[in-house]
């Protein structure tokens, strides 16, 4: 087997999603969806895998989807256009863990910033 040997950044984008019928039964249950390894995290990349998702679930009302993410501009951008129609919705854990990170990056403490 050929060995794959990557220098350079790399980002990862993770996709989960919920089964609404299997919500009756437990709340929260989530699966892991598709992921995505690219090098840039640019609309354009994000474009190509969104695009691909979308291609999948071209017989589903996109009014339906509800998609959480954190507040990145590109990744907002390229769901917007790939899912029109689509509820997006901030996720506060991502949101706070990047307040968090831009908090410790100015020199502020965490705990006393939140």
Same mark, same amino acid.
Request: glycine fraction near 4%.
């Given at each position: 087997?050929? $060995?794959? @040997?990557?220098?350079?950044? %790399?980002?990862?984008? @993770?996709?989960?999603?919920? +089964?609404?019928?299997? +919500? /009756?039964? &437990? =709340? ?6 598709? %992921?995505?390894?690219? /090098? !840039?995290?640019?609309? +354009?990349?994000?474009? !190509? ?10 017989? %589903? ?10 507040? $990145?501009?590109? %990744?907002?951008?390229?769901? !917007? #256009?790939? #899912?029109?129609?689509?509820?997006? *919705? &901030?996720?506060?854990?991502? *949101?706070? =863990? ?6 410790? $990056?100015?020199? @502020? ?6």
């Amino acid at each position: 087997m050929p $060995e794959l @040997v990557v220098s350079g950044s %790399m980002y990862v984008t @993770v996709s989960t999603y919920q +089964n609404l019928e299997l +919500n /009756r039964y &437990a =709340t929260g249950t989530a699966f892991f969806g598709p %992921m995505f390894i690219h /090098r !840039k995290s640019d609309a +354009n990349t994000y474009i !190509k895998f969104f695009l691909c998702l979308a291609s999948k679930l071209q017989d %589903m009302d996109f009014h339906q989807l509800q998609l959480r993410l954190d507040d $990145e501009y590109a %990744m907002r951008k390229s769901l !917007k #256009f790939c #899912f029109s129609g689509t509820s997006l *919705l &901030a996720c506060s854990h991502h *949101l706070k =863990t990047n307040a968090q990170h831009c908090a410790v $990056e100015a020199g @502020v403490t965490p705990a006393l910033a939140f």
